[in-house]
């Protein structure tokens, strides 16, 4: 097992009826700024709830932050904050309007331009305004990581940054909002926890037996739940549990003392920052293909997630693997997903050079756990994709 620190500081409340705790969470000597997306909140009676639960706080409202939130649209926010001295965040919202109030959070105090963030990948460990959320879409696991995601609209780029500053403070997580989401939504949230874990687990053999038995059980019980959940959004057994697995997937365990992937998630943005495609549907496009180019890395790993997970049976690594990337594209295409980009556009054509050139731009020479997704890999990867 490789050496590493585990730190973790979000208090994560989970369960129906736990936003009566907000009062008692949120600082009671400053201004908050409430943060919301493009109105869900206002339909599903979330709002109507918050406000409630911090009746007699001084609230200043900021709405708007869209999928994939925006720069642009955040440093609006970033404004607001500075000119009313607001002192807290509360993002009432999926993972979009949570990374959102993570890039405001690091930008009110950042000296120079806050683009800088995101086009160095900065690493936020201080001066951050300190941030709650109210989670409304389970999928991302940001509501307990310290990890976000912003889109520059002018440059279409989409872009990470992070940080130990960057953990929300505290995190309620009431499985009975997924009940107003549209399946679409349910749908993507299955898909993004599931490749979150493949990221993690998806590699090579290694000596962390524990680890990959964490990541197996997340997998199984996401393959269990996961049609199930789409069509039962009201079943809290079934609600409470996918919200807990997309939270475990990504909120900094499974990474713990073992190689990791992430380059379904590096090319799968580029398809989000260039077409609008659903995060969780970039993914579904990109992994099965990007399992398929790097088989020779990967084929112990998959056979063992084949057998584990899907119970194939086969005489040999290769034949257990092939069934194994056979089955998650099932059960993608069961989770509501298609899996080729021209299913989302007719202008595919040179994404794959556009990618590429992308990445030379940034110096990415070598993706994956091994850096040998060079980018001839990436190129093949994606054009497998069309
Ligand atoms: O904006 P509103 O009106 O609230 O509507 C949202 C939005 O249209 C709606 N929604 C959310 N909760 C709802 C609801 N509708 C009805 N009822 C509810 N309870 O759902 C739509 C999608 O919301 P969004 O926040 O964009 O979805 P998601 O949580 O999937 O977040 C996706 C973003 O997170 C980033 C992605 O790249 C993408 O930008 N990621 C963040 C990660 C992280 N911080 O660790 C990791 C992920 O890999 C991912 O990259
Ligand atoms: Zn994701």
Known sequence: MLNFELYNPTNLIFGKGQIEKLSALV????????AYGGGSIFKNGIHEQVLKNLEGFEIVEFGGIEPNPHFETLMKAVEIMRNENIGFILAVGGGSVIDGVKFI?????????????????????????????????PATGSEMNSGAVVTIQSTQEKLAFGGSAMFPKFSICDPTVIESLPKRQIQNGVVDAFTHVMEQYLTYPHDAILQDRIAESVLQTLAEIGPEVVENPTDYKLASNFMWSCTMALNGLLNKGVP?????????????ALYGIDHARTLAIIGPNLYRTMFETKKEKLAQYGERVWHVSGNTIDEKANQAIEKTVEFFHKMGMNTKLSEYTENYEDTAAFIVNRFSERGWKGLGEKQNITLEKVKEIVELSY
């Open 27 to 34: 600082p009671k000597n400053t201004k908050i700024l409430l």
């Open 105 to 137: 959070s690091a930008a009110v105090k950042f000296e120079g331009n806050p683009m800088e963030i995101l086009h160095k990948r900065m690493q936020i460990k201080e001066n951050a305004i300190p941030f709650g959320t109210v989670l409304t879409l």
């Open 260 to 272: 990791v992937d992430w380059a379904t998630h590096m090319i799968g943005h580029e398809l989000t």
